[in-house]
């Protein structure tokens, strides 16, 4: 038995001690009945009727973002969030909610989270205001996303579409669509089957309806991005091919003995976990070296992997496909079965180690290394859950909800260079900068009316200048404007004026980008 699982008090029957005085012991029992006592009342006043009972597990860390559990009704009705491993709920949907499928992607920026809902429609969950809207009413097919922000997807018509906040780009390939692959920096890979059994995959920049690079690969059975999005795998027979996704090189070639049946890479890339069929060795590929570097013998040959965003452990399901092996990544070492079915949701992975799994209609929590439960949900597996990692539900600063205050819409950024710039660490004389004059037609219109695009607020100025450089509105580059607010300076990325909304709108959606519009007081 490890050490883990004595028990001390087992160790301490056979030793005598020497007993307290008689007040001393008093004091002692007294102690004991409060603690027992305040137990109680904390276990009677903490039950959720939403989650059962609990023995262990972390709640969130104070620093970094919060994992927060999701719980949708399989059937439909009010999603409810939870803290992990908090039992009450600390977010419910203003709305019902349709029976939802797979999770998309998760915008950790806007509290975005995009699913499938039974009908494979993909839909928005606002975790700020609990709204759920379905995300386009076409009924398209390959849908995929990189960040939440852009949802792809093949509409009925053949084409690539992209739904954002500020509209849909639409791209006609030049040939029938079989994959989307977004990437992390904007890009789009599009991948198309050939006649003889090959596959072109091209290269798109939206909101750019041009390819801009394009490449042919031997096959794609399997197709595997990964989180950083340098590098994308496709498996095809024994073979893994790995491309780099800037110029759609080859970086990477191994063959094995079998049919890659799995491969799941890590969050940094750097290895890749990989499962031939009818084998019970899992093979570790160091993308580098470009070679298997280790292998995993395992009780049975996996026929799927999972990994959790953090990198911790590997879950590969069982070939009998009602348990899962459990590998940690640091060791490269097979810790253990569980026994859990294997869903789109379930088993999942949590940031502290614990295992999400469903057992018969139970959800079960337990910890990754020793397996002692954590948690037991009863009803829990027949939901759909999710784990997103996201600061939204703590409390908000004051601050964050003031207005921001503009007295210059024309004013610029000259001053804080100058400032900046001195070598000496001393504040220089203030120094009287005339802010830059608009031409006179603009200043004329904003006289009476006038409205501006705002594509970013932030407190750095060099980045809020990188992001304007970066930005194309009607052919020219979008401008900074700085303000204050609450004695901090906040950097505005605009373009403007316009002379209506229905202009400045315009201008919006031909960007691509997201923004909203404010009218300038004359």
């Not at 050939?194 to 399997?222: E, F, M, N, Y």
């Not at 409205?451 to 304007?468: G, I, P, T």
């Not at 959606?509 to 007081?521: D, K």
């Amino acid at each position: 038995m490890e050490d883990s699982d004595r028990h001390p008090e087992s160790e301490l029957r056979n030793r005598s001690f020497p007993l307290p005085p008689e007040p001393v012991r008093r004091s002692i029992s007294r102690v004991r009945c409060l603690a027992l006592l305040l137990t109680f009342t904390l276990t009677a006043c903490g039950r959720s009727p939403d989650v059962g009972s609990t023995a262990g597990g972390s709640a969130s860390s104070a620093a970094g973002p919060d994992a927060i559990l999701l719980r949708f009704p399989r059937l439909g009705g009010t999603a409810r969030a939870y803290r992990w491993w908090t039992d009450s709920a600390i977010w419910t949907s203003a709305q019902r909610a349709p029976a939802m499928g797979d999770v998309i992607a998760f915008d950790a920026r806007q509290g975005m989270l995009v699913m499938f809902d039974a009908e494979r429609v993909p839909v928005r969950v606002d975790l700020r205001v609990g709204r759920l809207t379905p995300a386009t009413s076409e009924r398209l097919r390959a849908v995929s996303s990189a960040d939440g922000v852009g949802v792809f997807g093949v509409a009925p018509t053949g084409e690539v579409v992209r739904l954002t906040s500020g509209g849909v780009w639409r791209f006609k390939p030049p040939a029938p669509v079989r994959t989307l692959l977004p990437l992390p920096d904007g890009a789009l890979l599009i991948l198309s089957d050939a006649a003889d059994g090959s596959v072109t995959i091209r290269k798109v920049h939206p909101p750019q309806t041009t390819v801009s690079d394009s490449t042919t690969i031997a096959g794609a059975d399997l197709v595997i991005p990964t989180a950083v999005g340098d590098r994308v795998y496709f498996a095809t027979g024994a073979h893994l091919e790995g491309l780099r996704t800037r110029d759609l090189q080859q970086s990477l070639y191994v063959s094995f003995s079998n049919t890659v049946r799995a491969v799941e890479p890590t969050p940094s890339g750097d290895r890749l976990f990989v499962a031939v069929q009818d084998s019970p060795m899992l093979f570790v590929v160091d993308r580098y070296d470009a070679a298997v570097r280790d292998r995993i013998a395992l009780p049975d040959a996996p026929i799927a992997l999972r990994m959790d965003s953090d990198g911790q452990y590997l879950l590969a399901r069982s070939m009998d496909g009602d348990s899962a092996h459990v590998i940690a990544i640091g060791t490269h070492r097979a810790i253990g079965t569980v026994a859990t079915a294997w869903r789109p949701d379930l088993p999942f992975i949590a940031p502290d180690g614990g295992l999400a799994l469903a057992v018969g209609d139970a959800l079960v929590i337990v910890d990754a290394e020793t397996k002692r439960e954590r948690a037991h949900v009863p009803n829990g597996a027949t939901d759909t859950w999710a784990l997103v990692r996201w600061n939204g539900f703590r409390p908000r600063s004051a601050s964050l909800d003031v207005p921001v205050k503009f007295v210059d819409e024309f004013a610029d950024s000259l001053l804080a260079d100058t400032v900046a710039a001195d070598p000496t660490g001393e504040s220089p004389a203030p120094i009287a900068v005339p802010s830059p004059v608009p031409p006179a037609a603009a200043r004329a219109e904003l006289k009476s009316h006038g409205w501006m695009l705002s594509f970013a607020a932030v407190l750095s100025e060099s980045r809020a200048r990188q992001m304007a450089a970066a930005m194309r509105v009607n052919g020219a580059t979008p401008r900074v404007q700085t303000s204050e607010r609450d004695g901090t300076s906040v950097y505005r990325v605009v373009a403007g004026p316009f002379a209506t909304r229905e202009e400045a709108e315009e201008a919006g959606r031909r960007s691509g980008l997201p923004y909203w519009v404010f009218e300038v007081a004359p």
